[in-house]
């Protein structure tokens, strides 16, 4: 089984992705695994982003165990099972991305992506079983483990929409 750990830059994804790989999960970091591979193929100057070929990632991607987590913020467009989306409130968000020194434009662009449920829609529109998780003021490993829970078919009360941070971006205008 291949999971999306999946979500806006800054909610969490690869601190959680380090809890699972400590518990001995097997977890592939998109982003690594394409520069290995030489996917990537340019260089988004105006966003300040790597473009990678996600179809010939998709195509490359082998995980060694019944269960994987492939770990990127456009992990849900690949083959995949099930997507767990990490959310966090736009604010927390911003705050995050500023303190690794993004410039303005790009925080603004993530963050509206986060409020108005950008990947999580991405995901719905691809895949059967979508799952979001809210990590605004949880820990990595709190997080790990509620992932390992929806695994374990305990869906209830992460079904994808149930979080709403449209009106945040109404604030902002």
Not at 89 to 109: C, D, F, I, N, T
Not at 141 to 153: F, K, T, Y
């Amino acid at each position: 089984m291949l999971v999306a750990l999946t979500g806006t830059p800054g909610t969490g994804k690869s601190s959680v992705a380090a809890e699972l790989e400590r518990r001995g999960y097997v977890v592939v970091a998109l982003d690594r695994f394409a520069e290995e591979r030489k996917l990537v193929t340019g260089y988004d100057a105006v966003r300040g982003t790597k473009e990678v070929d996600v179809d010939a990632l998709d195509r490359e991607i082998r995980v060694p165990a019944k269960l994987g987590f492939l770990v990127g913020h456009y992990a849900h467009l690949l083959s995949v099972n099930l997507a767990i989306v990490l959310r966090c409130h736009p604010k927390v968000l911003a705050e995050r991305l500023r303190a690794r020194g993004w410039a303005a434009p790009k925080v603004q662009e993530n963050v509206e992506a986060e409020a108005i449920d950008a990947i999580t829609q991405e995901a719905v529109a691809r895949l059967p079983f979508v799952y979001e998780i809210e990590t605004t003021m949880t820990t990595p490993e709190a997080v790990a483990g509620v992932a390992l829970e929806i695994l374990q078919g305990k869906v209830a009360g992460r079904e994808p929409g149930r979080l709403d941070w449209s009106d945040e971006v109404l604030s902002w205008y």
